[in-house]
């Protein structure tokens, strides 16, 4: 009775498996990318694979491997009803509006007629994403209805790469400016104007599709609520970056602005989905809290350094922050190894 780990240096498995270690819970490491992975799993209950939206392995692998195992009676991590709309917003905006869940409003159109009429008749400014894309990275404030156009043109022509060099690029040196990284990982920026990444050469571009949201004004941070095993909630509020409307990838986190009514709703949001892990990202329009988007996975930066969590109960705790080794407890209790 064993715990297989996909372990990629640098995410979740990290402390999965200092976990394990810790708790001599018996493990194992695999890659799942190997032709013989289901015989490597003969003597495993479960497998956990902390797969990423930018390694493009992963995009085309990890679901199908994981799902397949679920059906054969695997306990997998991320399951299939956390993890099938990772990565994919415009998933997330039918499977959120199916359970009445409080989403930003949001438009999809798969027709570039009826996106022209829909644009035509709607106020602006609106936001355009891409369905892919974490940290704010394809997200564009569309001031009008001739910049709505033009993107919907796009979306029904050429298409959008996945990875835009020059936003990249201009994240990378807005960091620097605020002193968030060196002036090293700008200069990687400038060489990847010459050398694409991998990712984005493997990756075809995005089209046949555009999907817009309600632009919600007013607000000058998000709150991100990360739930796991439906027992442990941890927040932080993301500040908007300096002169932009999005929050995601800023940098810059708060704990004091939390309320127990965004935490309140995350818990019922995640039980009625039955998510093993998540990410809500939320905003305010008029007091009213708005999911944005969800996600399994979520960056640690902000989130570990939160001074304590709450239970379902929203009792408040002042202990160590500890996710990954909550996701372990979650997997493998079902099968108490």
């Known amino acids: 009775m064993r715990v297989a780990i996909h372990h990629r240096p640098g995410s979740f498995s990290d402390r999965w498996i200092a976990y394990c270690e810790k708790k001599t819970i018996p493990y194992k490491l695999v890659n799942a990318f190997d032709s013989e992975i289901v015989e490597q799993l003969g003597d495993c209950n479960v497998l956990m694979w902390h797969h990423h939206h930018a390694i493009y392995k992963d995009v085309v692998a990890a679901k199908k491997i994981l799902f397949a195992l679920e059906h054969a009676g695997i306990k997998v991590f991320p399951d299939f009803k956390t993890g099938w709309h990772f990565d994919d917003k415009v998933a997330q905006k039918y499977l959120l509006e199916a359970i009445g869940a409080p989403l930003v409003p949001s ?21 355009f994403k891409l369905k892919g894309g974490a940290g704010a990275a ?7 209805e001739a910049d709505a156009r033009k993107l919907i043109g796009k979306a029904f022509g050429k298409g959008f790469p996945q990875y835009d060099r020059f936003s990249a690029l201009k994240e990378r040196f ?7 990284t060196s002036f090293l990982y700008v200069l990687k920026g400038v060489g990847r104007l010459l ?15 555009v999907y817009f949201q309600d632009f919600v004004p007013g607000n000058d941070s998000d709150t991100r609520v990360v739930i796991v095993a439906g027992k442990y909630a941890i927040a932080e509020s993301r500040v908007v970056r300096s002169g932009d409307f999005k929050a995601s990838g800023s940098g810059l986190y708060n704990y004091d602005r939390i309320s127990k009514e965004v935490i309140n709703l995350a818990f019922s949001v995640a039980e009625k989905l039955e998510l093993q892990s998540v990410a809500f990202d939320f905003i305010q329009d008029k007091g009213r809290n708005l999911i944005v988007e969800l996600s399994y996975g979520f960056g640690t930066e902000g989130i570990l350094k939160a001074p ?16 990954q080794e909550w996701m372990v407890d979650a997997v493998i209790n079902q099968y108490k190894l």
């Open 308 to 323: 304590g969590y709450w239970d379902k109960g929203l009792n408040w705790y002042v202990l160590d922050i500890a996710p």
């Open 174 to 180: 807005r960091k620097f400016r605020n002193k968030q």
């Open 138 to 144: 394809n997200v564009r404030l569309v001031r009008s």
């Open 195 to 209: 050398i694409t990444p991998d990712f984005a050469k493997q990756h075809p571009n995005e089209k046949g599709y």
């Open 107 to 127: 438009y999809v159109f798969y027709d570039k007629q009826e996106a022209l009429a829909w644009a035509k008749a709607s106020s602006f400014p609106k936001v």
